[in-house]
Every structure is written in C-alpha cells, then in structure tokens.
C-alpha cells in the first residue's frame, strides 16, 4: 500500500509543461502533469495502451483524432493509445491532469520531464 498527495506533484513550469511521476510499476504508470496557462501538449500517440486523464485544477479542451472535448475539475476522460491526443490549457491558470497509462508502454513515458 502506498500513499500519494497530489499537491506534492503540483509544479509551475518553467517553461510549458512539468511533468512529475507519482508511480510506476509493469503494469501502470501514473504522473501529474503541469501544463502552463495558454500552453499545448502537442498532439501525440500512446501505442497500445490506455490513458485515463482527471482534470485536478484549471480547464482543458482535450483533442483526440480532431475531435474537440472540453475537461473541467472532476471530470474524467479515458483515451486509447491508438487516438492521436492533444491537451489545450484554455483556462487561466496552471492546468494540472492526473494520467494513468495502463499498460506503461515504453520506459520513455516514465520519467519526470520538463518541457
């Protein structure tokens, strides 16, 4: 059993997203990722895995193969690897999403990053 406290993963980027991983195992990972206000997450895709995104502070519009779906606090949306996904902080702050990426694909998504 571990415990986390997201707000220990809250970072303002230096630049246009800091991403902080809370844990990683074979099967899972899980990180916060910072993205500053008016920055993009460039459009990407996961391969063969599944991302769950929570919004846990600002707004978001998240685009997945161009189709447009805005994300407040408390809201959750789940992804698959295969959609080409785009994450637009459209709020006026930091925005700040919980993803897990199930199973963790490549070593490459498992590691701090700042950007």
Excluded: C, W
């Excluded at 685009?63 to 637009?88: A, N």
């Amino acid at each position: 059993m571990n415990k986390f406290i997201f707000k220990d993963y809250f970072y303002d980027p230096q630049g246009k997203i800091a991403k902080r991983m809370i844990f990683k195992s074979d099967n899972v990972i899980a990180f916060v990722l910072n993205i500053a206000k008016g920055e993009i997450l460039p459009g990407h895709t996961h391969l063969e895995t599944t991302l769950l995104l929570q919004v846990m502070d600002g707004n978001a519009v998240v685009v997945t193969d161009g189709k447009k779906t805005p994300l407040q606090v408390g809201e959750l949306m789940q992804v698959d690897g295969q959609e080409s996904m785009q994450v637009i902080n459209n709020g006026e702050g930091v925005l700040r999403l919980l993803v897990t990426i199930s199973p963790m694909g490549t070593e490459a998504f498992a590691k701090d990053a700042d950007v």
